[in-house]
């Protein structure tokens, strides 16, 4: 856990942020701004700052990050409908908060 990291608070709890989805790695919950009807952030527990910083270690929680959003869409019936998977990567990718997360927005009337 990083000092100081918003998104590693909230991962373990310490905001009173409310969780969707939760399991030994990873948190899911609403974005506190949401750009779409639908707006879940996809959380790994552990500090990893970008999708620039991932290592061969990290494969699993890349592709349980992945598979878990499959199933919230699933949950939050956009399945159908369809939906976006959003990495933003550093400043110029428009990524604010530091620590790792995977946007899922859906909903959009059709
Ligand atoms: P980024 O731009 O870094 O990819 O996305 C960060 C996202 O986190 C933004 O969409 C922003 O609205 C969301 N966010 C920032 N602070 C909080 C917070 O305290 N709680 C929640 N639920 N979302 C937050
Ligand atoms: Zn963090």
């Known amino acids: 856990m990083e000092k100081d990291c918003l998104f590693c608070k909230i991962a373990h709890g310490e905001a ?5 989805y939760e399991n030994e790695r990873l ?3 609403k974005d506190i701004k949401p750009h779409a009807p639908i707006h879940l952030l996809i ?6 700052r970008s999708i620039n910083d991932l290592t061969e270690a990290n494969r699993g929680i890349i592709s349980e990050m992945i598979m878990i959003a499959k199933e919230m869409a ?14 933003n990567v550093e400043s110029g ?3 604010a908060i530091f620590h790792l997360h995977l946007h899922l927005m859906g909903g959009w009337k059709r």
């Open 16 to 20: 009173s942020t409310e969780f969707l």
């Open 27 to 29: 948190v899911v919950f």
């Open 43 to 48: 959380v790994p527990k552990e500090h990893i």
């Open 74 to 87: 699933k949950k939050m019936s956009v399945s159908e409908s369809g939906y976006k998977l959003l990495f």
């Open 93 to 95: 990718g428009g990524q």
